[in-house]
């Protein structure tokens, strides 16, 4: 397995460093496009704010209608969703973890999150 530009005394293989950056990249991709969707996956009429009966606090603010999720708007977070689980298992199960020492391993796992953090 060949070692890619790993933080010092983690010298991690070159396809667990590139699942780790796609990761990331597939959790920014997933996060951006939940934000444009509506509120709720379903259609639903939304609800009134409730105010304090005497103060007149709100105590809960209002929600608007959601039209809930077209079928494509469904379809691409499904997708996000299966590639980011998809990789998150590539990441956790890569054989390298079998190799890294019993009390190292939070300290490696921080490190390729680490690397990964700097994906575009």
Same mark, same amino acid.
């Given at each position: 397995?060949?070692?890619?530009?790993?933080?010092?005394?983690?010298?991690?293989?070159?396809?667990?460093? +590139?699942? +780790?950056?796609?990761?990331?990249?597939?959790? &920014?991709?997933?996060?951006?496009?939940?934000?444009?969707?509506?509120?709720?996956? *379903?259609?639903?009429?939304?609800?009134?704010?409730?105010?304090?009966?005497?103060?007149?606090?709100?105590?809960?603010?209002? @929600? *608007?209608?959601?039209?809930?999720?077209?079928?494509? +708007?469904?379809? *691409?977070?499904?997708?996000? @969703? &299966? =590639?980011?689980?998809?990789?998150?298992?590539?990441?956790?199960?890569?054989?390298?973890?079998?190799?890294? *020492?019993?009390?190292?391993?939070?300290?490696?796992? +921080?490190? =390729?999150?680490?690397?990964?953090?700097?994906?575009?």
């Amino acid at each position: 397995m060949p070692k890619t530009d790993s933080p010092p005394g983690h010298p991690f293989p070159d396809d667990l460093a +590139q699942a +780790q950056r796609d990761l990331h990249r597939a959790q &920014a991709d997933h996060t951006a496009n939940s934000r444009t969707l509506p509120w709720s996956a *379903e259609p639903h009429p939304g609800w009134p704010a409730e105010v304090h009966s005497v103060s007149g606090a709100v105590l809960s603010p209002a @929600r *608007e209608a959601s039209p809930g999720y077209t079928p494509g +708007q469904r379809a *691409e977070d499904d997708r996000l @969703r &299966a =590639l980011v689980l998809d990789l998150s298992e590539r990441v956790a199960t890569h054989p390298y973890w079998a190799t890294v *020492e019993r009390g190292e391993t939070v300290a490696a796992r +921080q490190a =390729l999150k680490a690397l990964g953090a700097g994906a575009p």
